[in-house]
């Protein structure tokens, strides 16, 4: 079973008496464990389509499978409250976010911006993540365990004004993987980065993929983060281009 399937997605878009066809029936699977990628220019529909993944966007038409079940079930898709909360469970408990612009809490510091996830309590607890379920300690132990392990230790207590990009970075993966959501969905993660912290970055988020078995998947148009994923998805004016799977590189700095 995939961890994820998309089957003929679309997605049209009004522009005055006219309409824009930015996704137009994309199919493929994402198995768990991989290190993928959905490539293509600006304009090529991937940031569209993360969105769709990410339950933060609807597809026109066609069908998306998270982890087995369904995630819509009619079209059009008209937003109510069991609706909004069967999407709000979803995505706490199957799809952690990593963002270019880090999207940190500027009043909290280290551990209380990863910990906040844990804080938002799911109305539908049929969907509810598997940390909700542990001891006031086993929760302090899985965020230190997280901090350890993207090299943040001794800065716990700092804010993100006191962080410099990378490691405000590295405090946006450890938030996106203290639910254990089995899906990380990364849009242009290293793109506010230089070189250096984006190496570090990538070679951490893989290291994390191997350690813990976390499925990421990467929107970007950046050929060394591509080299570094096993399958990558080509995307060209809404359409899929190429499906590939590949052996993959460990090292950033290697130019397609």
Known sequence: MSLLTLNNIRKDYPLGNQVVHAVKGVDFKIEKGEFAAI????????????NMVGLIDFPTSGS???????????YPIMMNKALDAHLTALRRSKI???????????TLNVYENIEFPLLLNSKNKENVCEVDSFTKEQKEEWINYLIEKVGLVDWKTHKPN????GQRQRVAIARALVTKAPLILADEPTANLDSENSAQILSLMKQLNKELCTTFVFSTHDKRIENMCNHVIHIFDGIVKNDEYKEPCDNYTVEA
């Open 162 to 165: 006191e962080l410099s990009g």
């Open 96 to 106: 952690g976010f990593i963002f270019q612009t880090f999207n940190l809490i500027p």
């Open 39 to 50: 490539t293509g220019p600006s304009g090529s529909g991937k940031s569209t389509i993360l």
């Open 64 to 74: 998306i499978e998270l982890d087995g079940s369904p995630v819509y079930t009619q």
